[in-house]
């Protein structure tokens, strides 16, 4: 494992910085990731070399045209899915509001929306918005104690008129992922549209839409190694159906259906390169025996891209395991997330007695420790967790090229107590 954390490491001219003379540990990975040397150089090579618009007669056209079918072959390999089937969009957050307004011209006052407690804003708010034009949205509670899915309230609230279900792959906030394969199959059971918010899950775990079965799944290039833009999974049969908003001369098919304007193709271009460097992990450390027996099945991209999931997971996993046991250790520190056992990503959160959240970032940010405060937009989860009024959750998140030593640096920092005293960022 040292020399795969080494390799990965390399990959990052970011992790060469300095801050007040510590190096700077980029322990903010649910707000986005460093990007590798591979991202920066395709977002060149595309601005110098094939910078145009789509389906023109001359050479640099003709290449955007050929990057964004390599683009969407990509996706369908990182989500197990039909090339056909994969949409770009300028972020998550649009594409959910694009999808909701789509899905409500099939829809009738009355008809109900299901969200859940535990989603970022960006997976509830293009729903309630739909409750001016007589839709009913409902929520899903969350367990308080145990920051899971309350799913005997879901299998409550789950009726006939439920049209669309919402709800997260993996809590951006706290890490818990819940089980949306039982989810979708309930859902679909009482005859509702699925779409699943799989932004934070994306950048830890293979996702696999075959297996899982959703309608619809989105997630963020830049939340694994990618520039800012979204990608959409959309099952052609549905979205087909679908009356989508956009100009005259939009195609009308699936999937370019939802893709409104001219998209950021230098942003695609960096995207793909993303799910080639978890490839390229996969191909050069994969041959592990507990990973090959995971991909034995998989082919091609497919499989590398697995495997390098699954080795970034099990590192995580590992450094996830000794921040939450160094923090346990420190009196001042309650934290927050499902309990031990229970599937999680490596996102670890807290609040540190007598101080807010952004008090600690802010000690920890003068260290060259990189992590966030806030509500990270999970807003209705904090308020039920009651933590508005200390500034919601201390937040750092374990990405592959953060290391065990970066953690230490953490731990030792919380462990005397904050001293906030002139302190100058």
């Known amino acids: 494992m040292n020399e795969l954390i080494e390799y990965v490491r390399k990959q990052f001219p970011s992790l060469e910085m300095q801050v007040n003379g510590f190096p700077a540990a980029f322990l903010d990975g649910p707000g986005g990731y460093q990007v590798p040397h591979r991202v920066i150089a395709a977002v060149q090579n595309y601005l110098v070399n094939m910078n145009a618009n789509c389906h023109g007669a001359y050479l640099t056209s003709q290449r955007t045209d050929e990057m964004l079918q390599s683009a969407r072959e990509a996706f369908a390999d990182f989500l197990n899915c039909s090339y056909e089937e994969v949409a770009f969009g300028a972020n998550m957050t649009t594409l959910s509001f694009f999808l909701a307004q789509a899905m409500m011209r099939e829809m009738h006052a009355g008809d109900k929306v299901l969200i859940t407690e535990m989603d970022h804003d960006a997976n509830r708010a293009p729903w309630l918005e739909l409750q001016e034009r007589g839709i009913v949205v409902e929520n899903v509670t969350v367990d308080v104690n145990s920051c899971t899915l309350d799913m005997d309230d879901f299998k409550t609230k789950l009726t006939a008129t439920t049209k669309v279900v919402a709800c997260n792959y993996a809590q951006n906030a706290v890490g818990t992922i819940s089980d949306i394969g039982q989810i979708i199959k309930l859902a679909h059971e009482a005859g509702a549209f699925t779409v699943v918010d799989a932004v934070h899950y994306a950048a830890h775990k293979p996702t696999d839409i075959n297996a899982i079965g959703p309608d619809f799944l989105i997630c963020s290039a830049y939340k694994f190694f990618g520039p800012h833009i979204g990608i959409l999974y959309a099952k052609k049969d549905v979205l087909g159906k ?98 031990r056992g229970h599937p999680r990503t490596s996102t670890v959160s807290f609040t540190y007695a007598d101080h807010t959240a952004a008090d600690v970032a802010k000690y920890l940010a003068a260290k060259g420790l990189f992590v966030w405060a806030g509500d990270f937009y999970a807003s209705t989860l904090i308020d039920r967790l009651g933590l508005r009024d200390q500034g919601g959750l201390v937040r750092i998140g374990i990405a592959p090229y953060n290391t065990e030593d970066e953690l230490s640096r953490v731990i030792e920092a919380l462990k005397n107590g904050i001293i906030l005293e002139g302190l100058k960022i």
């Open 242 to 339: 679908l009356r989508t908003m956009r100009v005259r001369s939009q195609k009308s098919y699936p999937p370019y259906m939802i893709e409104t304007g001219t998209l950021n193709h230098e942003g695609i271009a960096g995207a793909k390169a993303a799910v080639e460097f978890v490839a390229d992990i996969g191909s050069k450390f994969g041959n592990r025996s507990e990973i090959q027996q995971q991909v034995n099945h998989l082919h091609g991209r497919r499989r590398d891209i697995v495997a390098g999931l699954l080795l970034f997971d099990d590192y995580e996993q590992q450094l996830t395991e000794c921040l939450i046991n160094g923090l346990s250790e420190i009196q001042e520190i309650t934290l927050y997330g499902p309990p």
